[in-house]
């Protein structure tokens, strides 16, 4: 998958009033990074640094105030053929690309099942649309994938609000890998969950990739997740990637102050002094800041950081960053 310049965000407007008054959240601004089979690539940053807009424009889920301003998203489907998600409408997505060739699994498995459908007929309904599968063999293929993902047949006759979070969680799961997509997507896929469910739900989804050699796409604030489960990732700030590398380097040899603030605050085993967060807070995004995004809450900003915005640039084999502190001519810092 490759995405290049991609920027969306929220069109606000005023309540009580039909004018829209032009306010604009740029959630993603300009956002670009390609994705490897069989890899699994992780989207970290606080909340609010557009990490969940991101992965709903590359899927192409533009709920009301979500809006595309510019960019692309190919995904690439197993016989190599091209979806760009960002020139399809819903219907044609719908038809040709979700499912089939990329799934989504969001915050809330509520937003994916229907509440006034048996959760056997989820697995008919995706199978009769993209197989032409009839609903007795339909049933079938699901109780297989029931089966694999840990639930009980009987959940088959459930209404998803029977079933608790964790075994719904697991039925999206089972949808997300139904028609063994090349890419699945994941927006903090354990966050509602309790501790048990969530080494289960985050085990499952990695067993899943490792069996269909795709690629996993994993939202999360939790940097813990990011570190078990990833190989590649990507650090979020305010709408922007500041830095994409592999996980151990990210972790390791972090090159961005930002993600360098990130690391250092996690708590590491058996040191019990007290972690240090960064100072400040991310900005407003209805009025980013001119130049580099994080120059008001950086510890090594010059001159420049507020002048001029760094490109993602290579400075090390394959780890990008955002940082003026890094020159084209020597690849150190300054
Ligand atoms: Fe800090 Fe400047 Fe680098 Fe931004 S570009 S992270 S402000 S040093």
Known sequence: MIVEGLKAGYKLQTIGSSEEVGV?????SGVSFTLYRNEVFGIAGESGCGKSTLIKAV????????VLRGGSARIYGAKG???DTTRMDRGLLEKRVWWKHMSYIPQSSMNVLNPT??????????????VGMKKGEAYQEARKYLEEVGLPVDALSAFPHQLSGGMRQRVVIALAILLEPSLILADEPSSALDVINQKVALTLLREKQEALKNTLVIVSHDMGVHGVLTHRMAIMYAGKIVEIGRTADIFWKPLHPYTKALIESLPRLGDKSKRVG???SPPDLK???DGCRFHPRCPYAMLICSR???SLREIKEGH?????LYSEAVGEPR
């Not at 604009?24 to 993603?28: C, L």
């Not at 990008?320 to 003026?324: E, I």
């Open 24 to 28: 604009y959240v740029d959630a993603v």
């Open 320 to 324: 990008y960053t955002a940082c003026w």
């Open 287 to 289: 009025k980013p800041p």
């Open 117 to 130: 459908m048996r959760i056997r007929d989820h697995f008919a309904e995706i199978l009769r649309i993209h």
């Open 59 to 66: 899927y192409g889920y533009y709920e009301p105030s979500l």
């Open 278 to 280: 960064l100072s400040g």
């Open 81 to 83: 053929e091209e979806f």
């Open 308 to 310: 001029a915005e760094p």
